[in-house]
Protein backbone atom coordinates (compact mmCIF):
# COMPACT_ATOMS: atom_id res chain seq x y z
CA UNK A 1 0.00 0.00 0.00
CA UNK A 2 1.32 3.27 -0.84
CA UNK A 3 2.35 5.79 1.71
CA UNK A 4 -0.46 8.41 2.26
CA UNK A 5 2.49 11.12 2.45
CA UNK A 6 3.29 10.09 -1.05
CA UNK A 7 -0.33 10.30 -2.20
CA UNK A 8 -0.83 13.61 -1.02
CA UNK A 9 2.32 15.12 -2.34
CA UNK A 10 1.53 13.34 -5.97
CA UNK A 11 -2.07 14.73 -5.88
CA UNK A 12 -0.54 18.51 -4.97
CA UNK A 13 1.95 17.99 -7.67
CA UNK A 14 -0.91 17.44 -10.25
CA UNK A 15 -2.49 20.90 -9.03
CA UNK A 16 0.89 22.60 -9.40
CA UNK A 17 1.52 21.14 -12.67
CA UNK A 18 -1.99 22.66 -14.38
CA UNK A 19 -0.42 25.96 -13.95
CA UNK A 20 2.69 25.27 -15.72
CA UNK A 21 2.59 26.80 -19.39
CA UNK A 22 3.12 23.73 -22.18
CA UNK A 23 5.58 25.56 -23.97
CA UNK A 24 8.42 26.28 -21.56
CA UNK A 25 11.38 23.87 -21.90
CA UNK A 26 14.88 23.67 -19.94
CA UNK A 27 16.34 26.64 -17.64
CA UNK A 28 13.58 28.41 -18.61
CA UNK A 29 11.16 25.99 -17.39
CA UNK A 30 13.37 25.21 -14.26
CA UNK A 31 13.32 28.77 -13.53
CA UNK A 32 9.79 29.37 -14.23
CA UNK A 33 8.99 26.01 -11.22
CA UNK A 34 11.43 28.11 -8.80
CA UNK A 35 8.97 31.00 -9.64
CA UNK A 36 6.64 29.17 -8.70
CA UNK A 37 8.14 27.22 -5.76
CA UNK A 38 8.75 31.34 -4.37
CA UNK A 39 5.14 32.23 -3.96
CA UNK A 40 3.79 28.92 -2.17
CA UNK A 41 3.02 29.11 1.18
CA UNK A 42 4.80 27.12 3.95
CA UNK A 43 2.75 24.55 4.32
CA UNK A 44 2.90 23.48 0.47
CA UNK A 45 6.88 23.28 0.62
CA UNK A 46 6.80 21.06 3.89
CA UNK A 47 4.24 18.72 2.35
CA UNK A 48 6.21 18.24 -0.76
CA UNK A 49 9.18 17.65 1.18
CA UNK A 50 7.57 15.00 2.94
CA UNK A 51 6.84 13.19 0.00
CA UNK A 52 11.00 12.73 -0.50
CA UNK A 53 11.16 12.27 3.47
CA UNK A 54 8.56 9.43 3.18
CA UNK A 55 11.56 7.88 0.43
CA UNK A 56 14.31 8.66 2.67
CA UNK A 57 12.65 6.58 5.52
CA UNK A 58 12.53 3.76 3.16
CA UNK A 59 15.88 3.72 2.31
CA UNK A 60 16.91 2.54 5.88
CA UNK A 61 14.23 0.21 5.93
CA UNK A 62 15.14 -1.06 2.56
CA UNK A 63 19.07 -1.03 3.62
CA UNK A 64 19.68 0.91 0.76
CA UNK A 65 22.88 2.77 0.35
CA UNK A 66 22.03 5.23 -2.52
CA UNK A 67 18.45 6.30 -3.80
CA UNK A 68 17.87 7.62 -7.61
CA UNK A 69 14.98 9.74 -9.36
CA UNK A 70 14.48 11.97 -12.20
CA UNK A 71 15.68 13.14 -15.62
CA UNK A 72 15.05 10.66 -18.78
CA UNK A 73 17.41 7.88 -17.27
CA UNK A 74 15.08 7.07 -14.69
CA UNK A 75 12.09 5.93 -16.46
CA UNK A 76 9.64 7.85 -14.11
CA UNK A 77 10.60 5.22 -11.04
CA UNK A 78 12.40 5.55 -8.01
CA UNK A 79 15.75 3.38 -8.03
CA UNK A 80 17.54 2.13 -4.96
CA UNK A 81 21.19 0.51 -4.83
CA UNK A 82 20.54 -2.46 -2.07
CA UNK A 83 23.60 -4.77 -1.55
CA UNK A 84 25.23 -3.15 -4.28
CA UNK A 85 22.88 -3.68 -6.84
CA UNK A 86 20.82 -0.38 -8.49
CA UNK A 87 17.15 -1.33 -9.17
CA UNK A 88 14.07 0.28 -9.83
CA UNK A 89 10.97 -0.16 -7.30
CA UNK A 90 7.62 -0.88 -9.08
CA UNK A 91 5.61 -0.70 -6.10
CA UNK A 92 6.27 2.85 -5.53
CA UNK A 93 4.09 5.44 -7.69
CA UNK A 94 6.17 6.83 -11.25
CA UNK A 95 6.61 10.06 -11.24
CA UNK A 96 6.66 12.45 -14.25
CA UNK A 97 9.83 14.67 -15.63
CA UNK A 98 7.60 17.54 -14.68
CA UNK A 99 6.55 16.06 -11.25
CA UNK A 100 10.13 15.13 -10.41
CA UNK A 101 11.12 18.75 -12.22
CA UNK A 102 8.86 20.62 -9.04
CA UNK A 103 9.98 18.23 -5.94
CA UNK A 104 13.94 18.31 -6.52
CA UNK A 105 13.74 22.29 -6.99
CA UNK A 106 11.51 22.09 -3.79
CA UNK A 107 14.23 20.57 -2.30
CA UNK A 108 16.61 23.40 -2.61
CA UNK A 109 16.52 26.64 -1.23
CA UNK A 110 16.28 29.63 -3.79
CA UNK A 111 20.04 30.83 -3.44
CA UNK A 112 21.25 26.70 -3.76
CA UNK A 113 18.22 26.95 -7.43
CA UNK A 114 20.60 29.89 -8.64
CA UNK A 115 23.89 27.89 -8.35
CA UNK A 116 21.90 25.04 -10.04
CA UNK A 117 20.73 27.32 -12.78
CA UNK A 118 24.53 28.40 -13.02
CA UNK A 119 26.09 25.32 -13.17
CA UNK A 120 23.74 23.34 -13.96
CA UNK A 121 24.39 20.81 -10.69
CA UNK A 122 24.68 21.55 -7.28
CA UNK A 123 26.49 18.80 -4.33
CA UNK A 124 24.57 19.86 -1.02
CA UNK A 125 24.03 17.54 2.60
CA UNK A 126 20.62 16.64 3.81
CA UNK A 127 19.71 15.94 7.26
CA UNK A 128 16.34 14.15 8.35
CA UNK A 129 15.40 14.22 12.02
CA UNK A 130 13.94 10.82 13.60
CA UNK A 131 12.67 9.34 16.84
CA UNK A 132 15.92 7.59 16.94
CA UNK A 133 17.95 10.28 16.22
CA UNK A 134 19.28 12.34 12.84
CA UNK A 135 20.32 10.52 9.67
CA UNK A 136 22.24 13.11 7.24
CA UNK A 137 22.41 12.35 3.75
CA UNK A 138 25.08 13.54 0.69
CA UNK A 139 23.03 14.60 -2.51
CA UNK A 140 23.42 15.69 -6.06
CA UNK A 141 21.04 17.39 -8.47
CA UNK A 142 21.99 17.57 -11.77
CA UNK A 143 20.41 18.23 -15.73
CA UNK A 144 19.76 15.11 -17.97
CA UNK A 145 18.35 16.15 -21.04
CA UNK A 146 17.28 19.25 -19.45
CA UNK A 147 15.50 17.46 -16.97
CA UNK A 148 15.94 17.69 -13.06
CA UNK A 149 17.81 14.32 -11.45
CA UNK A 150 19.24 13.39 -8.10
CA UNK A 151 21.19 11.22 -6.28
CA UNK A 152 21.10 10.66 -2.25
CA UNK A 153 23.69 8.71 -0.73
CA UNK A 154 23.14 7.72 3.08
CA UNK A 155 25.98 8.59 5.17
CA UNK A 156 25.93 6.09 8.35
CA UNK A 157 25.75 7.39 11.83
CA UNK A 158 28.23 5.16 12.64
CA UNK A 159 32.50 5.64 12.34
CA UNK A 160 34.42 2.35 11.88
CA UNK A 161 36.85 1.94 14.75
CA UNK A 162 40.47 3.01 14.00
CA UNK A 163 41.55 -0.08 14.88
CA UNK A 164 39.80 -2.24 12.06
CA UNK A 165 41.63 -0.19 9.85
CA UNK A 166 44.36 -2.72 10.20
CA UNK A 167 47.07 -0.48 9.55
CA UNK A 168 50.87 -0.85 10.69
CA UNK A 169 51.69 0.60 14.00
CA UNK A 170 54.27 3.01 11.79
CA UNK A 171 51.41 4.44 9.67
CA UNK A 172 48.99 4.73 12.18
CA UNK A 173 51.50 6.88 14.40
CA UNK A 174 52.10 8.92 11.62
CA UNK A 175 48.32 9.70 11.54
CA UNK A 176 47.93 10.66 14.94
CA UNK A 177 48.90 13.94 15.25
CA UNK A 178 49.99 13.08 18.84
CA UNK A 179 53.07 11.52 17.29
CA UNK A 180 53.46 13.80 13.88
CA UNK A 181 52.02 17.88 14.02
CA UNK A 182 52.67 18.07 10.12
CA UNK A 183 52.48 16.89 6.78
CA UNK A 184 50.26 16.12 3.97
CA UNK A 185 48.43 12.53 4.45
CA UNK A 186 46.39 11.44 1.30
CA UNK A 187 42.92 8.89 1.68
CA UNK A 188 42.63 8.05 -2.19
CA UNK A 189 40.98 5.30 -4.57
CA UNK A 190 37.39 4.84 -6.54
CA UNK A 191 34.56 6.11 -6.45
CA UNK A 192 32.99 4.12 -3.67
CA UNK A 193 36.28 2.57 -2.12
CA UNK A 194 35.55 4.13 1.41
CA UNK A 195 37.85 7.29 1.52
CA UNK A 196 35.48 9.45 2.91
CA UNK A 197 34.15 6.93 5.57
CA UNK A 198 38.06 6.16 6.49
CA UNK A 199 38.79 9.74 6.89
CA UNK A 200 36.26 10.05 9.49
CA UNK A 201 37.95 7.43 11.03
CA UNK A 202 41.21 9.06 11.26
CA UNK A 203 39.72 12.54 12.02
CA UNK A 204 37.20 10.53 15.35
CA UNK A 205 40.71 8.82 16.62
CA UNK A 206 42.55 12.09 16.64
CA UNK A 207 39.43 13.81 18.25
CA UNK A 208 39.33 11.51 20.64
CA UNK A 209 43.36 11.11 22.18
CA UNK A 210 44.37 14.57 20.85
CA UNK A 211 44.23 18.32 22.15
CA UNK A 212 44.00 20.40 19.16
CA UNK A 213 41.68 22.47 16.57
CA UNK A 214 40.43 20.43 13.64
CA UNK A 215 38.78 22.35 10.29
CA UNK A 216 37.15 19.91 8.40
CA UNK A 217 35.86 21.62 4.80
CA UNK A 218 34.17 19.57 2.71
CA UNK A 219 30.99 19.72 0.05
CA UNK A 220 29.08 18.63 1.48
CA UNK A 221 30.07 18.19 4.64
CA UNK A 222 28.85 13.97 5.60
CA UNK A 223 29.51 13.33 8.72
CA UNK A 224 29.47 15.74 11.89
CA UNK A 225 32.08 15.52 14.54
CA UNK A 226 31.18 16.09 17.91
CA UNK A 227 34.49 18.03 19.41
CA UNK A 228 35.75 16.29 22.29
CA UNK A 229 39.35 16.44 22.80
CA UNK A 230 39.93 18.27 19.92
CA UNK A 231 37.35 21.54 18.91
CA UNK A 232 35.99 20.26 15.44
CA UNK A 233 35.01 23.09 13.12
CA UNK A 234 32.88 22.23 9.72
CA UNK A 235 32.63 24.14 6.31
CA UNK A 236 30.59 23.14 3.62
CA UNK A 237 31.64 24.59 0.20
CA UNK A 238 28.95 27.13 -1.21
CA UNK A 239 27.61 27.51 1.76
CA UNK A 240 30.22 28.35 4.60
CA UNK A 241 32.83 28.93 2.21
CA UNK A 242 32.70 29.93 -2.01
CA UNK A 243 35.27 27.07 -2.33
CA UNK A 244 38.31 24.17 -1.20
CA UNK A 245 41.01 26.47 -2.14
CA UNK A 246 39.01 29.83 -0.39
CA UNK A 247 38.17 27.34 2.26
CA UNK A 248 41.96 26.05 2.86
CA UNK A 249 43.19 29.67 2.85
CA UNK A 250 40.73 30.49 5.52
CA UNK A 251 42.03 27.73 7.92
CA UNK A 252 45.09 28.85 7.89
CA UNK A 253 44.10 32.38 9.55
CA UNK A 254 42.02 30.23 12.34
CA UNK A 255 44.61 28.38 14.06
CA UNK A 256 44.44 24.89 13.28
CA UNK A 257 46.30 21.89 14.10
CA UNK A 258 44.69 19.83 11.26
CA UNK A 259 43.36 21.00 8.44
CA UNK A 260 41.14 18.47 6.50
CA UNK A 261 40.23 19.07 2.63
CA UNK A 262 37.19 16.63 1.62
CA UNK A 263 38.35 16.60 -2.36
CA UNK A 264 41.55 17.84 -4.24
CA UNK A 265 39.33 18.47 -7.23
CA UNK A 266 41.31 21.00 -9.24
CA UNK A 267 44.99 22.43 -9.54
CA UNK A 268 44.22 25.50 -7.71
CA UNK A 269 43.32 23.65 -4.55
CA UNK A 270 45.91 20.85 -4.83
CA UNK A 271 49.07 24.16 -5.13
CA UNK A 272 46.99 25.83 -1.70
CA UNK A 273 46.72 22.01 0.08
CA UNK A 274 50.46 21.47 -0.54
CA UNK A 275 51.06 25.32 0.81
CA UNK A 276 49.46 24.56 3.60
CA UNK A 277 50.88 21.23 4.29
CA UNK A 278 54.71 23.08 3.57
CA UNK A 279 53.68 25.83 5.97
CA UNK A 280 53.76 23.31 8.88
CA UNK A 281 50.44 21.79 9.12
CA UNK A 282 48.41 18.59 9.35
CA UNK A 283 46.58 17.80 6.31
CA UNK A 284 44.03 15.15 5.43
CA UNK A 285 42.61 14.96 1.69
CA UNK A 286 41.31 12.65 -0.40
CA UNK A 287 41.85 12.21 -4.06
CA UNK A 288 40.14 10.12 -7.30
CA UNK A 289 42.45 7.58 -8.41
CA UNK A 290 42.23 4.58 -10.02
CA UNK A 291 43.80 2.35 -7.30
CA UNK A 292 45.44 2.89 -4.16
CA UNK A 293 48.67 2.66 -4.88
Same mark, same amino acid.
Given at each position: ?63 ? !? ?7 ? !? ?88 ? $?? #? ?8 ? $? ?14 ? #? ?33 ? $? ?42 ? $? ?22
Amino acid at each position: MLDQRLQNAKLLLTKLIAQVPTSLEGIELQQFLGQMLNRLPDEVHHQLRTGIDCLLLMMESKEA !SDMDLGGAG !SNGWVWFRVHGNKQPDPELVSFTALETNILLLNFLMPVQREELWKHRHIDFSYQLLQAAGQQRFRATIYLEMNQLAMNLRRISPNIRPFQ $SL #GLHRNVAMLL $SMEYETRGLILITGIT #GSGKSSTLDTIIDANNRHSQGHIVIISDPIEYIHS $SQKCMVRHREVGRDVRSFKDGTTEALRQDPDIIVIGEMRDSDTI $STVLEAADSGHKVFATLHTSSAV
